[in-house]
């Protein structure tokens, strides 16, 4: 059994995650999180708020999992957002064109569906279960449809991400941040992607958890007032050029925007943020980079994107995280679709003045020519700018019309005026976080093993900040003088907001493994010199050592060592090794 099947069964086995609808036969593409995987991630969760909405200042908002379709026309969804579909002549099967080919071209996705089948006939690929003639490539659109209300009056798409809430409350947003840049908002919810063959777990679902901030900037100024709390932070960088050598480099942040590996500080000091956000819930930094787009499968809407990728056993690279640079193109795009003006009036330091040209219809004659429609006449010459202008005849446009005037009826006019500001469309930096992905990141990098007596034990190495259980106790044995202090030191335990276990069953050895191979960084035990000396004995995790600790003193303890305010040797009376039989 590899590591990866190691995982996927404690994780069964110990209640982190489940296939959904097993009592119904299941369906590829959902999981349930049980009684361990629901507080893991939830902790995920509550560290990604303490990066992203409280030491950052971002709001969060809730918006409806479900959305009305011209939300999904303004985004391109339901025009663009689908994957290239394959299936056997003979048996059926549907398959995904373009990962048909991954060990052929290393970006099929950037190829159309006329290149990937033509790929495939070249060479010989047929249908990967029965070895069938494939067809022809076609498009799936991934979106869930669904119709709003009774009579089917209206149609809804389920989200396939959480992005579109925040921009199309984007004028709520800037009234909220006082009509100043920048400001952002972060959303953590379900998203869903009606995927064609999710088979790797949680790494591909149908249903997922997304984090996002959409972070609004002014685009004439990308540097950032907290660049330097990450610019002498390391991280590998796999770049465009250094994808070329096939050797991600290691450098400073502010090495990175010096040397135009990352375009500005903004997107630099978020892509930082990250880094530091995953190495928080327990990602190893040997198993993880950022890889920058190639030129051909940027998002059309993206400057530059970086995504976190991590190594998985068996699954190699996987994306954890992207970070975009999205320009100003999901703003303009629904400002276009709704005809509401989301832009930004950006006030100058120092108000400047400028000429103006201004155009001055002659009202009199226009008046008696165009009756009803003179003044919308007026107002469109008024508009134009001088190139149109120029000439014996001038056009304008009027209700679909174009109305031709003489020259002779419009007179021009250069001003000084006094400019205090302009609007600009902001720009949006964009962190999107696959939570699920993420999660099992953190079981998969957490998991390891040793040898005890010569058995092999499994731990998960959590973070005592994402450990779904952050205290054992375990009474020696199930007897009344050991239970009571024992349910004592629970009580106390959980009253400041620990997460605390209690168990008895079967020896002290079998508790301490099932604790370890569920991540508990803790355990206390109650004994028999609990009784004699007021003393009970504290083991961790990982090195299994023991020290004694007086029974007043356990909660302070506990608190410093999951806080890491105290190394465990100090703590107390050094025991030795903990007894496993």
Same mark, same amino acid.
């Given at each position: 059994m590899d590591k990866n099947e190691k995982v996927n069964e404690l994780a069964r086995r110990r209640g982190f995650l489940w296939p959904a609808f097993e009592l119904y036969g299941g369906a590829a593409g959902f999981y349930d999180y049980g009684p361990l995987g629901a507080p893991l991630k939830r902790r995920i969760e509550d560290i990604w708020r303490q990066f992203f909405v409280i030491s950052e200042g971002f709001a969060e908002i809730e918006a409806p999992t479900i959305g009305v379709e011209g939300i999904f026309q303004a985004s391109g969804h339901l025009s663009g957002f689908s994957d290239p579909l394959t299936g056997c002549k003979e048996c059926k099967e549907i398959y995904r064109a373009d990962h048909l080919i991954k060990h052929i071209v290393e970006v099929p996705d950037a190829l159309s569906n006329e290149e990937i089948y033509k790929c495939i006939q070249e060479n010989e690929i047929g249908c990967p279960e029965c070895g069938g003639e494939l067809s022809e490539v076609y498009e799936f659109n991934l979106m869930f449809k669904t119709m709003i209300g009774p009579g089917n009056k209206m149609a809804g798409y389920l989200r396939p991400e959480t992005a579109q809430g925040m921009f199309i409350n984007f004028p709520r947003l800037l009234r909220h941040f006082r009509d100043s840049l920048p400001f952002a908002a972060v959303q953590i919810g379900k998203s869903f992607r009606n995927e064609i063959s999710p088979r790797q777990g949680v790494i591909r679902l149908r249903e997922f958890t997304q984090a996002e901030a959409e972070i609004f900037i002014d685009p004439r100024d990308k540097t950032h007032p907290r660049f330097d709390e990450v610019k002498d932070i390391k991280m590998k960088f796999y770049s465009q050029a250094a994808q070329e050598r096939g050797e991600p480099e290691e450098m400073t942040f502010g090495e990175a925007v010096g040397r135009g590996v990352i375009a500005h500080q903004t997107l630099a000091y978020y892509i930082a943020r990250t880094y530091q956000f995953l190495l928080a819930v327990g990602v190893a930094p040997d198993k993880m980079r950022f890889r920058q787009h190639k030129s051909d499968e940027?998002?059309?809407?993206?400057?530059?994107? /970086?995504?976190?990728?991590? &190594?998985?056993?068996?699954?190699? /690279?996987? %994306?954890?995280?992207?970070?975009?640079?999205?320009?100003? @193109?999901?703003?303009?795009?629904? #400002?276009a679709q709704s005809k509401v003006n989301l832009s930004v009036f950006v006030n100058f330091d120092e108000p400047i003045k400028r000429q103006k040209l201004v155009v001055k219809p002659d009202f009199k004659a226009l008046g008696p020519r165009f009756k009803g429609k003179a003044k919308a006449v007026g107002e469109a010459l008024k508009a134009l700018g001088p190139e149109e202008l120029k000439g014996d005849k001038i056009r304008v446009m009027v209700d679909g019309e174009t109305i031709e005037i003489e020259s002779s009826l419009v007179s021009c006019e250069s001003v000084e005026e006094e400019v205090r500001g302009e609007e600009i469309v902001p720009h949006v930096i964009e962190p999107s976080f696959g939570i699920d992905r993420i999660l099992y990141t953190v079981l998969d990098h957490s998991y390891y093993e040793d040898a005890v007596d010569g058995e092999t034990r499994a731990v998960l190495r959590f973070h005592p900040a994402v450990a779904p259980i952050e205290?054992?106790?375990?009474?020696?044995?199930?007897? %009344?003088?050991?239970? &009571?202090?024992?349910?004592?030191?629970?009580?106390?335990?959980?009253?400041?907001?620990?997460?605390? !276990? @209690?168990? #008895?069953?079967?020896?002290?050895?079998?508790? @301490?493994?099932?604790?370890?191979?569920?991540?508990?960084? @803790? %355990?206390?035990?109650?004994?028999?010199?609990?009784?004699?000396?007021? #003393?009970?004995?504290?083991?961790?995790?990982?090195?299994?050592?023991?020290?004694?600790?007086?029974?007043?003193?356990?909660? !302070?303890?506990?608190?410093?060592?999951?806080?890491?305010?105290?190394? &465990?040797? %100090?703590?107390? #009376?050094?025991?030795?090794?903990?007894?496993?039989?």
């Open positions: 940027m998002a059309h809407y993206a400057a530059d994107c /970086w995504d976190a990728e991590v &190594f998985l056993d068996r699954l190699g /690279w996987i %994306e954890i995280v992207g970070v975009a640079d999205r320009t100003d @193109y999901d703003l303009k795009a629904h #400002t205290v054992a106790v375990l009474p020696l044995m199930d007897r %009344e003088e050991l239970v &009571f202090p024992a349910k004592k030191i629970q009580e106390e335990l959980r009253g400041l907001g620990l997460r605390v !276990d @209690y168990d #008895t069953s079967g020896s002290i050895g079998r508790r @301490y493994r099932r604790n370890d191979e569920i991540g508990t960084p @803790y %355990e206390v035990t109650v004994d028999y010199e609990t009784l004699e000396q007021g #003393t009970v004995t504290i083991r961790d995790r990982d090195s299994m050592l023991q020290i004694r600790v007086p029974l007043g003193q356990v909660a !302070d303890k506990l608190q410093a060592l999951l806080c890491k305010a105290l190394k &465990f040797e %100090e703590a107390g #009376t050094m025991v030795g090794p903990a007894k496993e039989e």
